[in-house]
């Protein structure tokens, strides 16, 4: 039984009890020990990891197509505010499943700890995601306004700055505290299975605000038009967390400011390219047949989690020093991208599936399997290789800034897929004639 356990231990890049959960820095072990451990390429293990997560992560997406078909009328009540899901949710991903690899990191070098102290690492992770989820809900909540009225299709009013600021902020809330929930569960997981979380991050942290973030913006529109009230909680979101960025200012937390110096930035921008993609949504909302709404967010998800999974791995790897800038990928790095170009095929293969098993099922609209797979093959191959450029490129050119890859990786990658995965969509759906 003890060998056993040593097997599992070197296999899993886990020695020792340097640290608090049991691991040491993989950067120890001999480079005999990293090949057999997988980290110098996936291994079996790596493959099951992912493709598991990858699988949770398109059921999940698969639902809330399905919630996002069925009230889409509730939605298009409300002009405007169809174009903001796509970086409602975004958000929810990019805040969290950064701050999945920056934990991922941490245990990977042995620094973490089970410390809820504001000044622990976990306790300025803690701070430093809510207070990101927040500012920059607000400020997409601005952009959102802004967009709804320039980029608007004929559908009416939209909503005012105040109303998308309460969906923002209260549906934000919402699904923050339960996608928190599941990045924490998953860290325990993690430890306790000797999983890797660079594998299962950002699919599984996907698959949580897939389901979560789209009813939490219809609760949160209960809100809506409500006059006073609609006007008071919109002004008390935005004193509050005015007030929480004022005070992470003046603090003595110097790894949560450098989180949101760093990340907030980003992540509005992410957020603005994702209203761009929800604008392209919005402008095709009349040529997707049924089958193709309850797709999209998995789709979506499903292209931003493969990048995931590879800025996360690559991330994980330029804080051990094991990979150098290169204007060709060589390496660790080309095996985690031809790893990553592996696993699309059979991912949006069971996207595909599930999608027509819908359709199937709930009598939806759809074009058949086989005009289906075509169109979702051929916009995931061109999506694919575009995670592929940016992940890598992005990776790279955040290290040479002398930033955090683990801060700015994940949100890189799933903005700029957002707005070129519902391109690519969109533009397969008329190329094959589907529509």
Do not use: C
């Amino acid at each position: 039984m003890p060998a056993m356990n040593d097997r599992r231990n070197r296999r899993q890049g886990r020695v020792g009890g340097s640290s608090r959960l049991g691991w040491r820095p993989r950067q120890r072990l001999s480079p005999t020990g990293l090949l057999r451990a997988g980290f110098l390429g996936p291994d079996r293990a790596d493959v099951r990891q992912s493709l598991g997560a990858l699988a949770v992560s398109a059921v999940a997406s698969i639902i809330a197509g399905l919630t996002l078909a069925s009230r889409i009328d509730q939605f298009a009540a409300l002009p405007g505010l169809l174009l903001f899901i796509p970086a409602s949710i975004g958000l929810r991903g990019n805040a969290f499943g950064a701050f999945g690899s920056r934990l991922s990191t941490s245990i990977q070098t042995g620094t973490f700890s089970w410390s809820f102290r504001p000044d622990s690492i976990l306790g300025q992770n803690l701070i430093a995601v809510l207070m990101n989820s927040l500012a920059a809900g607000i400020g997409l909540a601005g952009f959102a306004e802004l967009f709804a009225r320039t980029l608007g299709r004929g559908g009416g009013e939209p909503i005012g700055f105040m109303d998308f600021v309460v969906v923002s902020v209260v549906g934000g809330l919402l699904a923050s505290v339960v996608v928190l929930g599941a990045a924490l569960a998953l860290t325990v997981a993690s430890v306790r299975f000797g999983w890797d979380l660079d594998n299962v991050t950002a699919p599984l942290v996907t698959a949580a605000s897939d389901v979560i973030t789209l009813p939490a913006l219809l609760l949160s529109t209960a809100l809506l038009d409500r006059g006073l009230l609609t006007d008071l909680v919109a002004v008390v979101s935005l004193v509050f967390t005015g007030a929480g960025l004022l005070w992470l200012a003046r603090s003595s937390l110097g790894r949560a400011k450098r989180i949101v110096l760093e990340s907030l930035p980003v992540l509005i921008a992410a957020g603005v390219l994702s209203l761009g993609a929800g604008t392209a949504i919005e402008s095709a909302e009349g040529k997707l047949v049924w089958v193709f709404l309850v797709l999209l967010p998995g789709y979506l998800g499903s292209a931003g989690a493969l990048g995931g999974i590879l800025a996360n791995r690559l991330s994980t790897k330029v804080h051990l020093g094991m990979i150098e800038a290169s204007l060709i990928p060589h390496g660790t790095a080309r095996s985690d991208m031809g790893f990553t170009l592996a696993l699309a095929g059979p991912v949006f293969g069971f996207l595909v599936l599930l999608a027509e098993g819908a359709a199937f099922l709930l009598d939806g609209d759809s074009p058949g399997l086989i005009s289906l797979a075509a169109v979702v093959f051929s916009a995931g191959l061109v999506a694919t290789f575009f995670v592929l450029i940016v992940a890598y490129y992005g990776t790279l050119t955040v290290v040479r800034f002398g930033l955090d890859p683990d801060n700015l990786g994940i949100p890189i990658v799933t903005a700029s897929l957002d707005v070129v995965g519902a391109l690519t969509l969109v533009a397969a759906v008329t190329i094959w004639g589907v529509t």
